[in-house]
């Protein structure tokens, strides 16, 4: 089972907007709404951002959203900031008890 | 304040055994599901395992299937991993983590372990 599809990086500037996309099929993001997103700084664990594909846990931004169209899920962060520079993983339930990770985006703030 | 602690990692030859643990803290640890994730260096994040709240319902990644055991001791409140036959491939950083519902996310994670498998 192949890794989720996502980009190897983003970047953009302070106060703008960027979106990664993460791309399975329709055994995993597209026949299923466990699709969640996590924030990874170098040398840390991973953090949750959004859950189900669209639910945010307490405590994260409302700067950060998550969508879904068929089989591509994204991750959306508005009004950029540099604490917003990291390594960011989609993950997606794929039946049969397993999930699958994607290979992770690093995002660069400029 | 949830916490999870990881400990057991280290250096391993190749063929060799390792059990990795994770004290849990902070909630009630027999009422969730309870997950293994890696990452080798560089690499991206892998899931590994999971078990139910009780321990009777394991389940593997194919690439550990029949050398890795999940496994629990709820009044211990602390999560095991038994690595056998171990690969150079298993080298990674191993994180236990805390699953929000039986099929939802990873809410939260402990700091990992690394685990180095070579001669």
């Known amino acids: 089972q192949s890794a989720l599809t996502q980009p190897r990086s983003v970047s953009g500037s302070p106060g703008q907007s960027v979106t990664i996309s993460c791309t399975g099929t329709?055994?995993?993001?597209?026949?299923?709404?466990?699709v969640s997103w996590y924030q990874q700084h170098p040398g840390k664990a991973p953090k949750l951002m959004i859950y189900?594909?669209?639910k945010r846990p307490s405590g994260v931004p409302d700067r950060f959203s998550g969508s879904k169209s068929g089989s591509t899920a994204s991750l959306t962060i508005s009004g950029l900031q540099a604490e917003d520079e990291a390594d960011y993983y989609c993950?997606?339930?794929?039946?049969?008890?397993?999930?699958?990770f994607g290979g992770g985006t690093k995002l660069t703030v400029l | 304040e949830v916490q999870l602690l990881e400990s057991g990692g280290g250096l391993v030859q190749p063929g060799g055994s390792l059990r990795l643990s994770c004290e849990a803290s902070?909630?009630?640890?027999?009422?969730?599901?309870m997950t293994w994730v890696r990452q080798a260096p560089g690499k991206g994040l892998e899931w590994v395992s999971q078990?139910?709240?009780?321990?009777?319902?394991?389940y593997y990644a194919d690439s550990v299937k029949g050398r890795f055991t999940i496994s629990r001791d709820n009044s211990k409140n602390t999560l095991y991993l038994q690595m056998n036959s171990l690969r150079a491939e298993d080298t990674a950083i191993y994180y236990c983590?805390?699953?929000?519902?039986?099929?939802?996310?990873?809410?939260?994670w402990g700091q990992g372990t690394l685990v180095t498998v070579s001669s």
């Open positions: 078990i139910s709240g009780s321990g009777v319902n394991t």
């Open positions: 902070g909630f009630t640890f027999s009422s969730y599901v």
């Open positions: 329709t055994s995993d993001i597209g026949g299923y709404n466990y």
């Open positions: 189900d594909v669209t």
């Open positions: 993950c997606s339930y794929a039946g049969s008890y397993t999930w699958i």
């Open positions: 983590a805390k699953r929000i519902t039986i099929l939802g996310a990873l809410d939260y």
